[in-house]
């Protein structure tokens, strides 16, 4: 977790494995944002998914709308001060920390992610206000306990955390491993903790079972698609803060967020643990 990460020798050793001809997640969501952090492999798979779902630029678009709508639900309402974000993608309107911290300076954020180019991004520009703090964690979310531990350093596990999901289920394939993984995750914070996540749905668009099979075959990052009932079942013994679980341009949507002409297939929920 030190910030010297890619000057120690395992630091080093794991940059060198990153394969620019292969597409990434982390990249094809910043070439959706407009950044520079990607390269053609990431940029033609954008191509040949938006081929087959045109959806899915205007998907990533309302997830990340979502994202700035939860974490501000999480600080302004539920009180939380305390950020857990397993995955840290690209997104259009604003980091965990900027938003949160913009309303709560001493807000406390740790970043999670497996994948060194993004690591060495996160640690490189994000920055926290004076009286809060950012940092990131190397680990993978199919390593809770890793990322319990890794936590701990900065976060105070004693009081409420919010854990963040965006999208980061979809990676893990089984639904028993996902179950566990939550589990674990939720199992490790007190009462009034929350989880929040977003998951490309299964059962909202047929094209997306076209892009996730396209995904599969030129990545190696496979992807899973759920339905709402697989979703539900994750979060079982959670509550569901209203309206539940729900298409992602649905959950409290605000007056500024974009406008699409379609559903946008992809679900979204923030749940507290009770």
Request: charged residues 20%.
């Amino acid at each position: 977790m030190a910030d010297n990460w890619l000057q120690d020798s395992t630091g080093r050793a794991r940059a060198l494995l990153i394969d620019t001809s292969v597409p990434n997640a982390a990249r094809v969501a910043d070439y959706l944002v407009g950044g520079r952090d990607n390269f053609e492999a990431d940029r033609r798979a954008v191509r040949l998914l938006t081929a087959a779902a045109p959806v899915i630029g205007t998907s990533f678009a309302a997830a990340c709308a979502f994202h700035q709508r939860a974490v501000r639900y999480l600080v302004a309402e539920a009180g939380i001060r305390q950020f857990l974000a397993i995955g840290t993608s690209a997104t259009l309107t604003g980091n965990t920390h900027e938003v949160a911290q913009s309303l709560a300076p001493k807000c406390r954020v740790v970043y999670v992610d497996s994948d060194p180019m993004v690591l060495a991004h996160a640690r490189a520009l994000l920055t926290s206000t004076p009286d809060g703090v950012v940092a990131a964690v190397d680990a993978d979310v199919t390593d809770p306990r890793a990322i319990v531990s890794g936590a701990a350093e900065t976060l105070d596990v004693g009081r409420p955390v919010a854990i963040l999901l965006m999208a980061t289920l979809g990676y893990v394939l089984e639904d028993a491993a996902a179950a566990e993984i939550l589990l674990t995750l939720a199992g490790a914070v007190p009462a009034g903790s929350h989880v929040a996540l977003y998951h490309q749905a299964s059962d909202l668009d047929p094209a997306m079972a076209v892009t996730t099979q396209r995904w599969n075959a030129l990545s190696g990052q496979p992807v899973t698609l759920r339905s709402r009932a697989q979703l539900t079942a994750l979060l079982a013994g959670l509550e569901l803060v209203p309206p539940g679980l729900v298409p992602v341009t649905d959950w409290q949507p605000a007056p500024d967020d974009p406008r699409f002409e379609r559903a946008v297939p992809v679900y979204a929920a923030v749940a507290r643990k009770p």
